[in-house]
């Protein structure tokens, strides 16, 4: 077998189990290739990031969400993961022996960061398959747990069996922060990216003081965060990122550790001389539809862009007339953040995560 590097892949922690069973090198190596040869096709996303983990490189492969554009494939350090899952087990408080649930893919960063976690830190993991209700078939608590927030909406009925649980990959809607307050599992969203190793940063959604007013997000330790002249957040994350990383995200810096999501500035749309943030206007209508939606910019000839949304459902006149009315007096909404226009669709296109892709449903509405 491979000698492997202690310094950016140290070998398995003493405690580390997975589905129950407790494994050296060898005999995680031998499940690997069990999985891929006969398990399920999550399975052998298992099998096959294990591998990739337990071999010579010092890197390892990982696939972009392609939620704001063509998915890549990146190199992501080793020793950047280590460091990673070390800094969430102190921010979290994670001791060994913690028992977590794998319910995400091991073919992106935040399910491959979670054996990672379970490897270094000497967790007990389980893992299931990574669909919409992951705790469905699940009848044993767990101290922690990583979800989206698509997953989270579909558990709410058995969040009981997890104490910790973060959420990424999307942003959490005002509408799942409202369910999920009075719930006793501690739930944080999370901030972070593949480039950033998943999170470095988190808020908590539903305590006591979340209830009153959203908590900024705060950043793990060894982060610090600064703006650049676009107010877009710049990470200095030397233990998972050999650079500065430059963020497309515009946020209001609280401090140097503390902040508040704003938006992506390449989603901002510019109507009448009027800079408007689609997310900001999305929160504010989360308080109007339940439905799946999102906002975007369409051409215009007086205004240069018209801002529009996108309702997944399908075209209901009477529904219409009603939305727009809400539309039209709302007191949160100002007069740029109205719609101009509102269409229905009965499914979004998404990206392999699960995400709403924008650029694809706009195109496939209006082709």
């Not at 901030?191 to 908590?215: C, P």
Request: hydrophobic share 40%.
């Amino acid at each position: 077998m491979t000698e492997i590097n202690n310094y950016y892949s140290p070998r398995l922690h003493e405690d580390f189990q997975f589905n129950k069973n407790q494994l050296n090198e060898a005999g995680l190596i031998q499940l690997a290739n069990l999985y891929i040869n006969e398990g399920e096709p999550y399975e052998e996303q298992i099998g096959e990031f294990i591998l990739d983990w337990l071999d010579e490189k010092d890197y390892v492969e990982v696939k972009t969400s392609g939620s704001t554009g063509t998915p890549k494939i990146i190199k992501v350090s080793k020793e950047h993961m280590v460091n990673s899952a070390k800094a969430t087990g102190k921010f979290f408080k994670l001791p060994e022996q913690t028992t977590a649930l794998l319910c995400l893919p091991a073919s992106y960063i935040a399910g491959k960061m979670m054996l990672v976690r379970a490897m270094v830190l000497g967790w007990h993991i389980d893992s299931v398959q990574p669909k919409s209700n992951p705790l469905d078939q699940v009848y044993k608590r767990y101290d922690f747990c990583a979800m989206t927030p698509f997953q989270l909406d579909n558990s709410l009925g058995r969040l009981h069996l997890i104490q910790k649980l973060i959420v990424g990959g999307g942003a959490v809607s005002v509408h799942l922060k409202r369910l999920v307050q009075g719930i006793p599992t501690k739930i944080y969203e999370t901030y972070g990216m593949t480039e950033t190793v998943t999170h470095i940063a988190a808020r908590r959604i539903n305590s006591k003081k979340s209830r009153k007013k959203q908590l900024p997000f705060k950043v793990l330790n060894n982060v610090t965060i600064a703006q650049d002249d676009r107010n877009c957040l710049l990470i200095k994350a030397p233990a998972v990122a050999d650079e500065v990383v430059v963020t497309n995200d515009v946020v209001e810096l609280i401090t140097y550790k503390k902040f508040f999501w704003k938006g992506r500035v390449d989603h901002v749309i510019n109507s009448g001389g009027v800079k408007i943030h689609p997310e900001e206007v999305e929160k504010k209508l989360q308080k109007i539809i339940l439905q799946r939606f999102f906002v975007t910019s369409l051409p215009d000839d007086a205004l240069g862009e018209k801002l529009v949304l996108f309702i997944e459902a399908e075209f209901n006149e009477e529904e219409l007339k009603h939305l727009q009315k809400e539309i039209q007096h709302s007191k949160e909404l100002d007069k740029f953040e109205r719609p101009k226009k509102i269409y229905f669709v009965e499914k979004f296109e998404e990206t392999h995560t699960g995400k709403i892709n924008r650029i694809n449903t706009l195109k496939a509405r209006l082709a």
